[in-house]
């Protein structure tokens, strides 16, 4: 794939303390270090190894990963939120790479 | 076009090792587990998709059924949900390269089709489609590839290339839940479709299957550990789970037929564009999926 | 040098992988021990009893071991005393044994996460929970990876 994009699922609106759902995949072909190309060499490695979500600025939830986990690496997981603000998705590659997305959503 | 099943035949490196024996084993190994495939309908963003349809008259069975149906919960659960079925990053990559500028012309697909969700709305369903200019049968990619050359002054896409996936998975997608309807009686088509069948029922290479001998004759059986579906070409390019990737129609034919330890045909040849036809006609009725997901 | 039948017996698998196989660059298969030694890394020494409040949820049978759906979820109120630090994920049959670790913060709400793995085969899939007051709790599922069609 191109440059890797990011997508994310963030309710648009919520109560407060209520306990959301979020989802997010990213195109990355988690190459895992194990494969060899037609030649015999092994392929190195270039992972997505972190992943972070933080909301207006304080981190809610991360990932530390390892070659294990599939191509188009998918986490779902929950976020409780007191009031409005932005959700920032970052994820590290291997060759220092960052890729991120945002999201907001509205606490009633 | 015939081929006798042991002359010869060039193996490709990776499977030179593997003794015939193990292979002869291996062809008699359709387990006699039989599974039905679920009885459950495929809703993708509340849009229910047609996956079991009336055979087409002249077919040795009563209908068709798409592969969704034979695949395990979590993969039809995958492919139920636009968010997070993988196939959908390449439905917008595919997006991105219809918006993009590319070639000496100074053109994207959108400087002349504008809104894909418009001017590509329901077409897939319809291919692929006789070419008057070329006198033979063309499907999305070569369609794509068509424009590239005589309107933006560009090459052909490599096969397989990612944009190319991209591109067409972004296409295919316009047409989702559409059901698959090909007009024969457009130019030769009728004559592509003979050699279709013919190339669908043909036995080939070491192991001598036809397509039609796991496709048809053992459908919902299991081959080692794989539920067997009928082979339909309504959901491709296809997110494959193995891949991890989209994986094209011809792809997954010259697939098929190294497994059945043959020479394979080259994509988009003559042979596989018959067979391209006579094999999405069999799907007559099935919604097209494509980005579907299988294994 | 001679090794009696008992001796060759008693290699472990992972040793006679790379005897048999000349050198390689790693072994082809994480053995238990290794597997051991990264639940030791992350518990600070003990294997944790029980599952307790850990459920980790997977398929029976993988459709593909390349894209393996795995999610795990710890009864917490995640507030006060009874927060979840973390969970790992590991594969006992992977060349690797590690396959993720989610951290979660008070705001996570709950205790909980989704994602896919690579399972090379037929193995065991572990989750171990380490809980804000020193706790550990370990489930372990059992995922069969098929070989699909003619050579997948």
């Known amino acids: 794939m191109a440059t890797p994009r990011p997508r994310v699922k963030v309710p648009k609106t919520a109560a407060a303390g209520e306990v959301i759902t979020i989802k ?35 981190t809610v939830f991360s990932c530390d990963i390892d070659p294990a986990i599939s191509a188009n690496p998918y986490f779902e997981f929950n976020a409780k939120v007191a009031e409005s603000g932005t959700f920032k998705f970052t994820w590290v590659d291997d060759d220092g790479s960052v890729y991120e997305a945002e999201e907001k959503i509205e606490v009633k | ?47 229910e998709m047609t996956t079991r349809a009336k055979a087409q008259e002249g077919l040795p069975f009563d209908e068709v059924l798409s592969g969704w149906l034979f695949r395990e919960a979590e993969t039809r659960q995958l492919e139920a949900d636009s ?45 692929p489609k006789w070419d008057a200019d070329s006198q033979r049968p063309i499907n999305i990619e070569l369609r794509i590839d068509k424009c590239r050359v005589e309107h933006m002054g560009l090459e052909p896409y490599k096969f397989d290339s990612d944009d190319q996936k991209a591109l067409t998975t972004y296409i295919k997608h316009q047409s989702l839940g559409e059901p698959v309807n090909l007009d024969l009686a457009e130019g030769d088509m009728q004559s592509w479709w003979e050699r279709g069948k013919e190339r669908y029922y043909l036995r080939t290479g070491q192991l001598n299957f036809a397509c039609a001998s796991c496709h048809e004759a053992n459908s919902g059986q299991y081959i080692r550990a794989d539920h067997l579906s009928q082979g339909q070409a309504n959901g491709f390019p296809t997110y494959r789970l193995k891949q991890a990737d989209m994986v094209s129609l011809h792809n997954r034919l010259r697939g098929c037929i190294r497994d059945t330890r043959a020479e394979t045909p080259a994509a988009f040849s003559d042979e596989l564009m018959a067979l391209e036809v006579y094999l999405t006609w069999r799907g007559t009725g099935l919604s097209v999926e494509t980005p579907a997901v299988r294994q | 040098m001679k090794i009696n039948r008992r001796q060759a017996l008693g290699l472990s698998a992972g040793a006679a992988v790379f005897a048999a196989a000349g050198f390689r660059a790693a072994p082809a298969v994480a053995d238990a021990a290794a597997t051991e030694v990264a639940i030791k890394e992350f ?12 459920t980790l949820k997977t398929p029976e049978i993988a459709e593909n071991g390349n894209t393996v759906p795995v999610s795990v979820s710890v009864e917490s109120a995640m507030s006060g005393d009874d927060m979840v630090e973390s969970i790992a994920i590991l594969a006992e049959g992977n060349p690797n044994p590690g396959v993720v670790v989610f951290s979660f913060t008070p705001m996570s709400g709950a205790a909980a ?33 098929t070989i699909g069609g003619c050579g997948g």
Not at chain 2, 105 to 111: E, L
């Open chain 3, 113 to 145: 996460a989704t994602t896919r793995m690579r399972l090379a085969k037929t193995q065991n899939v572990i989750a171990i929970a380490k809980m804000a007051d020193g706790t550990f709790y370990m489930d372990k599922k059992e995922v069969k990876v």
């Open chain 2, 83 to 127: 968010f997070e079925n993988p196939g959908m990053l390449y439905v917008e990559r595919g997006e991105e390269i219809w918006n993009t500028v590319e070639g000496p012309a100074g053109q994207s697909c959108a400087s002349c089709h504008g809104d894909a969700a418009e001017s590509m709305a329901g077409i897939a369903a319809h291919y």
């Open chain 1, 24 to 58: 997010t995949l990213i195109s990355h072909d988690m190459e895992s270090g194990q494969r060899k190309d037609s030649e015999g060499n092994t392929i190195p490695r270039k992972i997505i190894n972190k992943f972070t979500c933080d909301f207006n600025g304080q």
């Open chain 2, 1 to 47: 076009m015939r081929r006798g099943a042991w002359e010869g035949l060039p193996v490709r490196g990776k499977f030179a090792a593997i003794g015939a024996g193990v292979l002869v084993a291996s062809a008699l190994a359709f387990s006699a587990v039989q599974a039905e495939p679920v009885d459950e309908t495929l809703s993708i963003d509340g849009v």
């Open chain 3, 43 to 54: 518990t600070g020494g003990i294997i944790p009893a029980e599952a307790g409040k850990l």
